[in-house]
């Protein structure tokens, strides 16, 4: 399976995953709508005996709030659906056979690779990456792969940082699903919420 494809994989779980939490919101949404004509109704009530200007100044009021608050939850809602997608897909990455998850790293390294002699910087956890993963990759480099372990190792959970000199790339995990996140809230948004 190549890296698209583990992707385009956990990107169709976490869809799947977005919508059933985007069912129970527009559950919550449907209560606190209902919720809001009832108030509404009851409020269209009092204001109907209360006479005068002061009468429609206090229901304008009331529902400009009304309606900032709606607006309120439902965005709050949609932030934390999104959170939890690319929680999900963090969890979904690290969680990977080991094989899948090699594959997925080695698109990235290679991806990354500027000169071939950068140091590589993982976790201080990691066991998948290692010195025979790093010769399989340098041998795909054709030529210019003399990519090594860095001694140093970092708290970043997965991915890695490659490093030459004052140049640096950050494929942590972290950093990866926040750029993705970042570029794809319009649309995850879009296709979550219409």
Not at 3 to 16: D, P, S, Y
Not at 42 to 67: H, V, W, Y
């Amino acid at each position: 399976m190549d890296t698209n494809q583990v992707v385009q994989k956990i990107l169709n779980e976490a869809k799947a995953e977005a919508d059933k939490i985007k069912a129970q919101a527009d559950e919550q949404v449907s209560i606190l709508n209902a919720e809001t004509q009832n108030k509404l109704a009851c409020f269209e009530q009092e204001t109907a005996e209360l006479c005068g200007k002061a009468a429609k100044d206090s229901k304008d009021k009331i529902l400009a709030q009304m309606r900032m608050a709606v607006k309120k939850q439902e965005t709050e809602t949609k932030r934390m659906i999104i959170n939890k997608v690319i929680a999900k897909s963090a969890d979904k990455i690290k969680s990977m056979n080991e094989a899948e998850y090699l594959s997925l790293m080695e698109g990235l390294i290679l991806a990354s690779v500027k000169t071939g002699s950068e140091e590589l910087i993982v976790d201080r956890n990691e066991k998948r990456i290692n010195d025979d993963f790093v010769r399989r990759v340098n041998q795909k480099l054709s030529g210019k792969g003399n990519l090594h372990l860095a001694s140093e190792r970092a708290d970043i959970g997965a991915g890695f940082i490659l490093r030459e000199g004052k140049r640096q790339v950050n494929a942590s995990l972290d950093v990866l699903l926040k750029a993705a996140a970042q570029e794809l809230e319009g649309r995850l948004a879009q296709i979550l919420f219409g």
